[in-house]
């Protein structure tokens, strides 16, 4: 374990962090696909985690 000092933390970018659940839902993803995510992560996931994970549908034109 390390100790991290309150003036040694960098103010850079957050990780944002969303709620399974509502990201299945904008990304209008399938109950399996949801339970998946919800397996791999718990309820909530950074950003990236979500986005690498889940699925995306090809846009045909």
């Known amino acids: 374990m390390q100790r991290v000092e309150p003036n040694n933390v960098g103010t850079g970018t957050t990780t ?9 839902k904008r990304r209008r993803l399938k109950e399996e696909e ?6 791999l992560f718990g309820p909530f996931a950074s950003a990236s985690e979500l986005l690498h994970n889940a699925p995306r549908e090809p846009r045909w034109r």
């Open 16 to 24: 944002r962090v969303w709620s399974v659940k509502d990201f299945s």
């Open 34 to 39: 949801e339970a998946r995510l919800l397996k």
